[in-house]
């Protein structure tokens, strides 16, 4: 029971305020109740009803009791939420309906078994003992839960506290979204999961994320209240909901999703056995974060009276898991290699097998039926991958835009079981060379300016950052790229080479001590340093390029003194060395290196002629 003196009743003056601890507001749900009334309310588990008393105590009320049933399970908090006097109201003028100004906070700690099995009564009374006012509060508790595994252990626990908010990190929480986009239908049109809405199967379903519905309380629902799941009409084209109820004849259901909509409303069926109900959701992502979505998306479920204001919402937020480039320096998994027609790289396909069977890594060779006389699959694919907390690693390729001969295999040889596949092209924007992947790396894990980068950092080139006209990776890739944020991307100039990749001037290997691995650097000046030493031994008659020949027929042969008596290309080379110094100086600032993590590799550069 709660007993006391509303203030300014009897001859007791109000009491002066206390200075208190700031505390967090209740977050209650207001209810009004008038006098000589008894009112039924549906309160879910967990949920505070406001009751405001100034509506049922008459004006000569001096003392209250406030009755709960059953006493241990229904809670009543009393709180003085009366206005304090401002300079604005004058002395006395509002006093007696100040006075009044007291809040109940009603809150059930249990579901109820039956309708109106709980309840409050109000009684007032004056300061000679008469009635002065009563009403009564009947309620039917429900508990309700909108579940997913916000912790991350691959466990759909109940009710976590911070389920509606989302935090990166591994101190982090929030559940988990993946982009369904491997294809475990195997049907021929060669399209991802994502792109149907439906479950293809165990396998299909494994890929998603579970998400839970649990219900507690009396056999039904009032005829007026309904229980919905929603999500922002804007979310339901970034997501796939399916209801995995087994005695639904429905079966597994497409519930929310951009077939169906973005609100459904669920059955309310408790068993009659103990009074609770569980619905099991999958839900699947269909787009990575990009430009204009941050990934992350919520699910509420509300129980709705009517017409009139959710009476309540849970809800769960989810973030798309991103798209994490694999560096070079991890172990090998797989290799691909193109074969031409005619057996014209016969020789190095058999060299290159020596080397993938001494390091037992399969060489998978792409016939000229499949890359259609394109042999550069570095510049056609990169592969990274995508996870689920407590799940199993799912590579996913990325399809550049440069769609020349391999521009089928991404998706006819690689998208399949456990194998994603996701692609960016602005159909408006034509290709150029720095849209392929051979100008497309990323860096081991790294420190740098006080920042750890545990996965690396995108690398990629462009154009000058002085000049506006110069060739740039499409926009809708750079943007995909920077909106994993997991990877933060680092822009580098490589428009200065013919083609434009920043494979051709760098990359990185293993390596033993220090950060565990080496950037090569090509160097121009350690070039002409080798040279001279060459020379210096009496080498300068030798020839380099023997035998080969160039792009016009004509022989490539040059001994190393002609290359060190040439000066415009020295000159060249020169203002080659400066463009790759720039890129040098960036890679050590956004990367954390020091030289003694950058290896030079002696080449030269010619001018296009």
């Not at 003392?63 to 709960?68: D, K, L, R, V, W």
């Not at 003085?80 to 006093?95: Q, S, Y």
């Not at 929310?256 to 103990?274: C, F, K, Q, W």
Request: a negative charge; charged letters at 25%.
């Amino acid at each position: 029971k709660c007993l006391g003196k509303l203030f300014g009743g009897g001859s007791a003056p109000p009491p002066k305020p206390q200075p208190a601890k700031p505390k967090l507001p209740i977050k209650a749900r207001t209810i009004r109740l008038a006098r000589g009334t008894s009112r039924s309310e549906v309160i879910v588990v967990g949920q505070y009803l406001a009751v405001d008393l100034s509506n049922i105590a008459t004006d000569n009320a001096v003392s209250y009791e406030i009755t709960p049933y059953p006493k241990d399970d229904v809670i009543v908090r009393m709180k003085d939420e009366r206005p304090r006097a401002t300079g604005n109201i004058a002395a006395g003028t509002m006093d007696g309906v100040l006075d009044k100004k007291l809040v109940v906070y009603v809150y059930a700690r249990t579901h109820s078994v039956e309708k109106d099995d709980k309840l409050v009564t109000f009684e007032f009374t004056d300061d000679q003992g008469r009635p002065a006012g009563q009403a009564e509060l009947n309620l039917t508790a429900y508990f309700l839960s909108l579940d997913a595994d916000c912790d991350r252990d691959g466990v759909v626990e109940i009710n976590n506290p911070r389920k509606g908010t989302w935090e990166w990190g591994p101190n982090g929480h929030g559940a988990v979204l993946m982009v369904n986009n491997d294809n475990d239908d195997f049907d021929d049109r060669f399209d991802p999961d994502h792109k149907n809405s439906r479950i293809d199967g165990p396998l299909d379903l494994k890929d998603m994320s579970p998400m839970v519905v649990r219900m507690r309380g009396p056999p039904k629902l009032p005829p007026d209240c309904a229980i919905r799941l929603s999500t922002p009409p804007e979310c339901a084209t970034k997501i796939g909901v399916f209801c995995l109820q087994p005695d639904d004849d429905r079966g597994q259901t497409h519930v929310i999703g951009p077939e169906a909509g973005n609100v459904v409303e669920l059955d309310y069926r408790v068993d009659m056995s103990d009074n609770t109900a569980t619905y099991e959701f999958a839900v699947e992502g269909l787009h990575y974060p990009d430009l204009m979505f941050d990934g992350q998306v919520s699910i509420t479920m509300t129980l709705q009276r009517g017409r009139g204001s959710p009476i309540f919402e849970d809800t769960v937020s989810f973030q798309v898991a991103p798209w994490i480039m694999t560096p070079n320096t991890l172990p090998p998994v797989e290799a691909f290699v193109c074969e031409m027609e005619n057996g014209e790289n016969l020789k190095f396909i058999q060299e290159l097998q020596e080397v993938t069977s001494a390091a037992s890594v399969p060489l998978v060779i792409v016939p000229p039926v499949d890359n259609r006389g394109d042999r550069w699959m570095q510049d056609e694919i990169e592969l990274g991958y995508s996870q689920l907390p407590g799940r199993e690693v799912m590579p996913v390729v990325l399809d550049s835009p440069r769609d020349r001969g391999l521009q089928n295999f991404p998706k006819m040889q690689l998208l399949g079981k456990d194998f994603g596949y996701v692609t960016r092209y602005n159909q408006a924007e034509e290709p150029n060379s720095l849209d392929s992947f051979g100008n497309l790396e990323v860096s081991p894990p790294v420190v740098a300016n006080g920042r750890k980068y545990p996965l690396g950092r995108i690398l990629l080139g462009s154009a000058s950052p002085t000049n506006q006209y110069g060739r740039r990776m499409m926009k809708v890739v750079r943007d995909f790229l920077r909106a994993q944020r997991v990877q933060a991307p680092v822009e580098l100039y490589s428009d200065w080479l013919a083609v434009g990749h920043i494979d051709e001037f760098m990359t990185f290997v293993p390596a033993k001590g220090g950060k565990g691995f080496r950037l090569l650097l090509a160097s121009p000046d350690s070039c002409y340093a080798y040279l001279a030493w060459l020379k210096s031994r009496g080498h300068g008659e030798a020839l380099l390029f023997e035998g080969k020949e160039r792009h016009d027929g004509s022989s490539a042969a040059v001994t190393v003194d002609q290359l060190l008596q040439d000066p415009k290309l020295r000159e060249e080379n020169q203002v080659f060395q400066d463009d790759i110094d720039w890129n040098r100086d960036k890679l050590k600032r956004e990367l954390g290196l020091t030289e003694g993590d950058i290896i030079d590799i002696p080449v030269l550069f010619r001018e296009e002629e």
